[in-house]
């Protein structure tokens, strides 16, 4: 314990020393060490200028010598390999495709089976359907797994022969209502048509009649058959085939429309009429135009000697009566 404090006043001693010294010294060691630094840059040599750069533009020669050229025979044989192998790529790529399309409808009759189709497939049918497409699912992941592409497509085949009428009558279902409706816009409009004709209406008063009566017959031909087949259709069960096809109304509708449609349309016949004749110009004044020149000159005239005295009495001297 001794010992340190006695090197504290020792430390403190000499701090006091540097602190005690004069401005005289800290000056000379400031002028020492410039003097160092003067001589160091009087001991560096001159820099000397840098020399100018000079380019000079060579054309290099190029000559094209390959080395490890193939031969013509080799390189047509690589040619053929690349060739080989995108085919056998496109024709796995088609062999997959037939594969997914077996499996996608597999899994997508399935479900349509007892759900959208279900009305229109009978209880018989939707079990025989059914157990096929469970078959054709084991066999994919079976013996299915890897078989040529023409195999795929004719197993697809099969299971359309037994779905393929279902969807149809799904699809009819859907799309006749439409199609009968276009019929019934068609014979109404015709049936307007008639009653107008009838009405005497201006608009087809040029038709024959034989040609609208022609148009009527026609029309209440197709609306007897639309109602006939739509009433029997209404009696007939989803599950089956139906009696009339969306085709034929289309057929129908299409057949009224060709024959009903260039008599009502018929444009009523052009009336020409009569151009009026311009008469000609002429420079002198037409007969009748002279004719009623000269009454009004005569009248001139005799306006013009009935009273002679008129301006010589005007024009004489008031007379001195003295």
């Given at each position: 314990?001794?010992?340190?404090?006695?090197?504290?006043?020792?430390?403190?001693?000499?701090?006091?020393?540097?602190?005690?010294?004069?401005?005289?010294?800290?000056?000379?060691?400031?002028?020492?060490?410039?003097?160092?630094?003067g001589e160091k840059k009087s001991d560096q040599p001159p820099q000397a200028k840098k020399a100018k750069v000079k380019?000079?533009?060579?054309?290099?020669?190029?000559?094209?010598?390959?080395?490890?050229?193939?031969?013509?025979?080799?390189?047509?044989?690589?040619?053929?390999?690349?060739?080989?192998?995108?085919?056998?790529?496109?024709?796995?790529?088609?062999?997959?495709?037939?594969?997914?399309?077996?499996?996608?409808?597999?899994?997508?009759?399935?479900?349509?089976?007892?759900?959208?189709?279900?009305?229109?497939?009978?209880?018989?049918?939707?079990?025989?359907?059914s157990l096929k497409l469970e078959d054709t699912e084991n066999w994919l992941y079976e013996d299915g797994?890897?078989?040529?592409?023409?195999?795929?497509?004719?197993?697809?085949?099969?299971?359309?022969?037994?779905?393929?009428?279902?969807?149809?009558?799904?699809?009819?279902a859907e799309e006749r209502p439409k199609a009968f409706e276009e019929l019934g816009k068609q014979i109404q409009q015709y049936m307007k048509f008639v009653e107008a004709y009838k009405m005497k209406d201006e608009q087809y008063d040029h038709?024959?009649?034989?040609?609208?009566?022609?148009?009527?017959?026609?029309?209440?031909?197709?609306?007897?058959?639309?109602n006939s087949t739509m009433n029997q259709q209404s009696k007939h069960s989803l599950a089956v085939d139906a009696l009339v096809k969306v085709k034929d109304i289309k057929a129908k509708t299409k057949e009224l429309f060709s024959t009903c449609n260039p008599i009502v349309t018929k444009p009523k016949p052009k009336v020409e009429v009569p151009k009026e004749e311009t008469p000609a110009e002429q420079n002198g004044p037409v007969g009748d135009q002279e004719k009623t020149q000269e009454p009004t000159a005569d009248k001139g005239a005799a306006e013009n000697t009935g009273n002679p005295t008129s301006e010589t009495t005007e024009n004489k001297p008031d007379m001195d009566l003295d």
């Open positions: 314990m001794q010992t340190d404090q006695d090197a504290q006043p020792a430390q403190g001693d000499a701090q006091k020393q540097t602190e005690d010294k004069t401005p005289s010294e800290s000056e000379e060691m400031e002028t020492n060490t410039e003097e160092n630094k380019t000079k533009v060579l054309e290099l020669p190029i000559e094209n010598s390959p080395q490890w050229q193939l031969a013509n025979d080799m390189l047509n044989l690589f040619v053929e390999n690349e060739g080989k192998m995108i085919m056998q790529d496109k024709l796995e790529k088609e062999r997959n495709d037939a594969k997914n399309n077996v499996e996608e409808y597999v899994y997508d009759m399935r479900d349509k089976l007892h759900g959208m189709l279900e009305k229109f497939v009978s209880e018989s049918d939707r079990d025989a359907l797994e890897d078989q040529p592409k023409q195999v795929y497509i004719d197993k697809l085949a099969e299971l359309k022969k037994l779905g393929q009428p279902i969807m149809d009558r799904f699809m009819e038709l024959d009649e034989a040609d609208v009566t022609k148009v009527d017959k026609l029309n209440n031909d197709a609306m007897i058959w639309m």
